[in-house]
């Protein structure tokens, strides 16, 4: 398989993976104007970009994947809850669907929290093992921290939700686990994040603070520490709406 990932604007994460001997590979979290890099790369690795993927309706920067979807012909997928607020037609994901990207495999796992249409995308190289490798977190999970919970509204439920979530789903991977984030330090899309861009689920289970508390202590910590609302915020998620 190959992987790369790229620092894009705003201290966002983006990533390109796929399989090379299968000609196949899939974006994920590309940012506006970064279309060219993703089509570049595509070119280095003689691969077709089959989807392009959002983690989440993003309220933090402009969304590239529904511009890099229609030039590289490339389904653009988002989490089937944004089936009734998004204005174009995408591919629906839903939770424990499997992408066949040649012999890597992307299995969608629905984690809402930061928002209701999080999801976490668990990657396999089966040339390796039909064990995962490593899980790109989107907002959910980030090195030594977690999403805000409050850029939907409702941000005592979302908190509940984040928590579980992160308990229920990604602390069950194995520890060798190694996550990718959507986002390095100097995001609005959470606080106390490490300028590091990975780590692995077991390190994180064990040093990141928001792992070890309970339930409550969790959602007041969360909703304790929200940072200042991303500029731009309103106009951003209504371009990535196709408002
Ligand atoms: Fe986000």
Redo the contacts with the bound molecule.
Sequence with gaps: MFFRQLLAKDATLSYFLGCGSCHVGVAVDPVLGDEDWFIEQAAKQDVKITHVID??V???HYSGGRALAERTGAAYCLHEANAKRVKFGFAPLVDGQRIDVGNVFVDVVHTPG??PD?LCLVVTDKRRTEAPWFVLT??TLFVGSV??PD?AGQEQAMAGELYDTLQGKLMTLPAEVELYP??TSGSA?GAGLSGKPMSTIGFEKRWNPMLSMTRDAFVAALTAGIPPRPAEMDRMVAFNLGN
Excluded: E, V, Y
Aim: proline share 0%; aromatic share 0%; hydrophobic share 10%.
């Design positions: 983690t989440h993003h309220a933090d930061h928002t999080s989107g907002d999403g805000r850029l959507g986002h899309c």
